[in-house]
Nanobody, 123 residues
Framework: QVQLVESGGGLVQAGGSLRLSCAASGRTFSSYAMGWFRQAPGKEREFVATISWSGGSTYYADSVKGRFIISRDNAKNTVYLQMNSLKPEDTAVYYC????????????????WGQGTQVTVSS
């Protein structure tokens, strides 16, 4: 089992920045590819970014490419999402997820999920 706890959400003005963190406990963190997803009110959960087990590979949704950066610190069992140039359409609950065998954008292939952290971007 892996427990995931997100933090760092909040209210920010358009054009601002936030950094989300996701702390993992349980089994070996470096054994998991990590992903960030988000869900806005009335919409389905969507992929944001993912990072491979070692951190050597990353992949982003087109909507955040060039603005968001995913990273991980395996020594701290933590994955981060640096969000820059935020837009009102980035408003959502952001979730981190872990997969022991999959690296990609499909949420159904992730094994563990955090509870989410709210990000609100005002215009």
């Amino acid at each position: 089992q892996v427990q995931l706890v997100e933090s760092g959400g909040g209210l920010v003005q358009a054009g601002g920045s936030l950094r989300l963190s996701c702390a993992a406990s349980g089994r070996t963190f470096s054994s998991y590819a990590m992903g960030w997803f988000r869900q806005a009110p009335g919409k389905e959960r969507e992929f944001v970014a993912t990072i491979s087990w070692s951190g050597g590979s990353t992949y982003y949704a087109d909507s955040v490419k060039g603005r968001f950066i995913i990273s991980r610190d395996n020594a701290k069992n933590t994955v981060y999402l640096q969000m820059n140039s935020l837009k009102p359409e980035d408003t959502a609950v952001y979730y981190c997820a872990a997969s022991g065998s999959y690296y990609g954008s499909r949420s159904a292939n992730y094994d563990y999920w955090g509870q989410g952290t709210q990000v609100t971007v005002s215009s």
